[in-house]
T-cell receptor, first 117, second 109 residues
Framework: SAVISQKPSRDICQRGTSLTIQCQVD?????MFWYRQQPGQSLTLIAT?????????ESGFVIDKFPISRPNLTFSTLTVSNMSPEDSSIYLC??????????????FGPGTRLTVL | DAKTTQPTSMDCAEGRAANLPCNHS???????VYWYRQIHSQGPQYIIHGLKNNETNEMASLIITEDRKSSTLILPHATLRDTAVYYC??????????FGTGTRLTVIP
């Protein structure tokens, strides 16, 4: 399966600032996703990162707050803008990949743990 | 996508089989049952999925009832490293996964 890395692995930021999280995959993938996991909660899909076009956001998430780039089939970034303490979460990148002889599966990166003071 | 219901938490003795149930009574014919787990401070890990037949891989077995309204994930010999939150997801494809609250499995020495 695809190997997914994220940078940074964790960060502590001041409110009002922005942080860009990078997601790198070791193979070309069509579908990349960004999720948020708030403390003690399950994962929530933020958006689908589309290569060559604007990301598709889920209800409750907007581009101004979470701009996403997808310049190619192996890389994506998520920016958390104008941060507040409520943005403290783990942010996870995932990819959809079709393994040989199987249906598509989704694989996750290790996550970026963000704390906003 | 079908809603799934799982117990909040379960304990299992190390070396014994862990049987994690999932109810998906509103599942439609083209929705698969996926299982993921999340070990503390890590990203979710794919375990197994199935449509209607029972499935087995190196990690686990998935038993789906004939009416497809429920399923059970079986870890045949649970180890301490299997302690995690296990998510059962019922939907048509692997994209846009909807994670519920999952079952927190604790494997006890």
């Amino acid at each position: 399966s695809a190997v997914i890395s994220q940078k940074p692995s964790r960060d502590i930021c001041q409110r009002g600032t922005s942080l860009t999280i990078q997601c790198q995959v070791d193979s070309q993938v069509t579908m990349m996703f960004w999720y948020r996991q708030q403390p003690g909660q399950s994962l929530t899909l933020i958006a689908t990162a589309n290569q060559g076009s604007e990301a598709t956001y889920e209800s409750g998430f907007v581009i101004d707050k979470f701009p996403i780039s997808r310049p190619n089939l192996t890389f994506s970034t998520l920016t958390v803008s104008n941060m507040s303490p409520e943005d403290s979460s783990i942010y996870l990148c995932s990819v959809e990949e079709q393994l040989a002889g199987q249906e598509d599966e989704q694989f996750f990166g290790p996550g970026t743990r963000l704390t906003v003071l | 996508d079908a809603k799934t219901t799982q117990p909040t938490s379960m304990d299992c003795a190390e070396g014994r089989a862990a049987n994690l149930p999932c109810n998906h009574s509103t599942i439609s014919g083209n929705e698969y049952v996926y299982w993921y787990r999340q070990i503390h401070s890590q990203g979710p890990q794919y375990i197994i999925h199935g449509l209607k037949n029972n499935e087995t891989n190196e990690m686990a077995s998935l038993i789906i009832t004939e009416d497809r309204k429920s399923s059970t994930l079986i870890l045949p010999h649970a180890t301490l490293r299997d302690t995690a939150v296990y998510y059962c997801i019922a939907q048509t494809g692997a994209n846009n996964l909807f994670f519920g609250t999952g079952t927190r499995l604790t494997v006890i020495p």
